[in-house]
């Protein structure tokens, strides 16, 4: 497969950024100035599993990352593929000029943080306090230790998430999104059949 060189954030008629085809869209919560906001970020990773946390890279600029300073919390929002739209329109607006929440009807709930927004309607909702910011040129990455985590009940599959029910969307470098696709493998299985051996010796540091 022959390869060429290209930039490693190449533009597309807009912000650079790097190439990982998929990235999953969300949206984050924030109290700003006592008032609950919403931004669609596709830039949003884990960051540990013991205790969990989960990261976003936010501009600088953004109206939600002053709530996130002010409050030292924010919330993760998954949303499924029916809120496609007023996902993409809390990309386009800023919250310093609209009331996002009153222009999608968004059912806004809050856990025992007490100031981390949360949207009734997405499937997934995480509460977290913030653990580090660290600014990186462009953006900034902030770390939040997740505090707690609700979830549909509908979306659960003998009492686990089931990501089909879910129904997450990732924007991509075509600046498109899409929808989950097709199951190709089994995690942590479909790649035993190179080097069963090998395989079952890390299998079982799993299962302890």
Known sequence: MSKIKIEPAP?????????LCGHPTVLVGADVDGK?????VAWVGVAASSPPAIAIALQP?????????????????????????????CGLVSGAKADKVKDCGFKVFYGKLGNAPL?????????CEVAAMLPLGSHTLVVGRIV??????ECLTDGRPDIGKIRPFFFT????????????????????????????????????
């Open 119 to 127: 949207i009734e309607q997405c499937p997934v909702n995480h509460a």
């Open 148 to 153: 707690e985590t609700h979830i549909s009940e």
């Open 173 to 208: 470098t075509s600046r498109k999104y899409h929808a989950l696709g097709e199951v190709i493998g089994d995690a942590f299985k479909t790649g035993s059949t190179i080097n069963p051996a090998k395989a079952e010796e890390t299998l079982k540091q799993f299962k302890k």
């Open 61 to 89: 600029h953004r109206y939600s990352l002053k709530g996130i300073r002010q409050n030292m919390t924010f919330s993760v929002n998954i949303p499924s593929t029916d809120l496609v739209k007023e996902t993409d329109y």
């Open 11 to 19: 533009g597309m008629r807009g912000p650079h950024f790097p190439i």
């Open 36 to 40: 609950p906001d919403f931004a669609a």
